[in-house]
């Protein structure tokens, strides 16, 4: 019985290794059916300077500068929140299924109270630019 047991964890932790090392590269990952995907960018160098992030209140990984983060969402409304050392700033992106959207900050304010400025990017070019030059923070 207890081979039994370690032989179907194994295979559990096979099947669930699979899946992880099958997953697209996130820079070119297709959106899954009825969801999009938001990124989150700091293109520019900020010694070190980091950002808490949330995504509708839900906690994701800090960054700094050449970083970047991306959510899986449902399609529909979302808060993308980014806090630097004196304030959070939000911006709503109103996701549609199979679409990706890229959100870039910018380190404003002196350094002892940054915050970051959050815009949406649609040029292509920049983008690109942007994510060749950034590392994925998990």
Wanted: net charge positive.
């Amino acid at each position: 019985m207890k081979k039994l047991n370690l032989l179907i964890f194994c295979f559990i932790i096979a099947l669930s290794t699979n899946s992880i090392i099958a997953q697209d590269d996130p820079k070119t990952m297709t959106p899954p059916d009825g969801k999009g995907i938001i990124y989150i960018i700091n293109p520019r160098t900020s010694s070190g300077l980091r950002s808490v992030n949330k995504c509708d209140g839900n906690d994701l990984p800090s960054m700094a500068g050449h970083d970047y983060i991306y959510v899986v969402v449902d399609a529909g409304k979302h808060t993308i929140t980014s806090k630097g050392a004196s304030r959070a700033t939000p911006i709503d992106v109103t996701v549609e299924s199979g679409k990706k959207y890229y959100i870039v900050q910018t380190l404003k304010g002196p350094i002892f109270a940054y915050y970051y400025g959050l815009a949406l990017e649609t040029n292509e070019k920049k983008i690109n630019k942007y994510m060749d030059n950034c590392t994925l923070i998990k």
